[in-house]
């Protein structure tokens, strides 16, 4: 089981503004009350599904948010910084 510690959520929060489709899943999720606190794939994936009816569209955006948010956790990448 794939945990990150609850960072998906406030991860994707800071994508709101974005017009696009992690944007709208972004906005869908901040106003989702019952959305999980914590970051086990497989629950999220579940949850979404249930609340999407299963649209291929909407899962196929979740399953890019979470590898962006996998990358963005892998130790091997170098730190930005400013120049």
Request: glycine share 4%.
């Amino acid at each position: 089981m794939n945990k990150y510690h609850g960072l998906l959520k406030p991860g994707l929060y800071a994508l709101r503004a974005l017009t696009s489709p992690i944007g709208d899943l972004a906005n869908d999720i901040a106003k989702d009350e019952d959305f999980p606190d914590e970051d086990y794939f497989q629950e999220l994936w579940d949850h979404i599904s249930s609340k999407c009816k299963a649209n291929s569209d909407i899962l196929e955006t979740f399953a890019l948010a979470w590898s962006y948010y996998l990358a963005s956790k892998d130790p091997s990448r170098p730190t930005p910084t400013n120049t």
